[in-house]
């Protein structure tokens, strides 16, 4: 089995460290103070102390297979949107991890910590862009630590949110939060999709990257539907075809932002209730879509 955090263990620090009552309190700037000082194995070994200080069966990490690592050392905005060479090579790494690990918020956090272990990247790098922007991380800390009452509070949970996202995902989002906050996580699963479609759907894996990493928003909506397997993005077909039309059709343009996707996605629903759209090609997917479906969608509901 493959290395992870105390599943019960790291629950319990996760929702410790976002519960409204302590925001801006002694335990998230506990987090945010030894993000800042501390580094490499003296930052791991406190925050294992601190995840195995909740009451829970067995040790703090599980299993005995250690996982397989990246070999690069990170800057603050290369951890956070890795390069295309760079997702490349950990989805190389990755791509044989079954997928209950793979969408699995203890096992991403003990992937980062190893990052953060062999010096690859610094714990306040996790905080980076909370707030907007380009830092590595620590202004973002430092505003929070300075700021009194209600903003300190605001802030830093936002620093606690953003570290946490960016360690393992966010629990309480369940796979959605592994899926589109934990930048390795995101980087295997784009790829993971990417491979799938571009097998699936005659399309180059390189183009689908582009389109997820040009429109954020596009991964946004997809990885939230992905999350729930009631959703029509989990038919392959369904799903490929309408990457087959974010990519190719000259009228996606707007339905490549968040709201105009989701619009798109909400009205294949309505038509697959009576039509097994996923009993089609996904060529033929993108064309419906194109012809039959983008035709019936209200003007304001993809603004």
């Not at 060479?85 to 990755?94: D, R």
């Not at 009993?279 to 003007?299: A, C, L, R, T």
Request: net charge neutral; glycine share 8%.
């Amino acid at each position: 089995m493959i290395k992870h955090f105390n599943v019960e263990k790291f629950r319990k620090f996760q929702n410790d460290a976002i519960d409204k009552r302590n925001c801006g309190g002694e335990i998230q700037r506990d987090i945010l103070e030894n993000a800042r000082i501390l580094q490499g194995a003296d930052f791991v070994n406190w925050l294992e102390r601190r995840i195995g200080s909740y009451e829970s069966e067995g040790p703090v990490v599980v299993g005995d297979i250690e996982p397989a690592l990246p070999v690069e050392t990170f800057t603050a905005q290369m951890f956070k949107n890795p390069p295309e060479i760079t997702a490349k090579a950990m989805w190389e790494i990755w791509k044989d991890m079954e997928l209950d690990v793979a969408c699995s918020s203890p096992v991403w956090g003990y992937i980062v910590s190893r990052l953060i272990l062999n010096g690859q990247i610094k714990p306040y790098y996790l905080m980076v862009g909370s707030n907007g922007g380009k830092s590595d991380g620590m202004a973002e800390i430092d505003n929070a630590l300075k700021a009194e009452g209600e903003a300190r509070k605001k802030e830093c949970d936002k620093c606690v949110r953003a570290f946490l996202r960016r360690l393992s995902g966010l629990y309480e989002r369940g796979a959605k939060s592994v899926y589109e906050n934990c930048p390795p996580a995101r980087a295997l699963w784009q790829y993971k999709i990417a491979e799938q479609t571009a097998n699936n759907a005659g399309i180059a894996r390189e183009d689908i990257i582009a389109l997820f990493s040009e429109f954020s928003g596009i991964w946004g909506v997809l990885s939230e539907r992905m999350a729930s397997r009631l959703t029509i993005i989990g038919d392959e077909n369904i799903r490929d075809g309408l990457i087959r039309f974010l990519i190719n059709k000259d009228g996606a343009s707007k339905y490549r932002k968040s709201q105009g996707l989701a619009a798109l996605i909400k009205s294949i629903g309505v038509m697959t209730a009576w039509r097994a759209l996923g009993m089609f090609s996904p060529e033929n997917v993108e064309e419906i879509i194109d012809k039959e479906i983008i035709p019936v969608i209200p003007e304001k509901a993809a603004e």
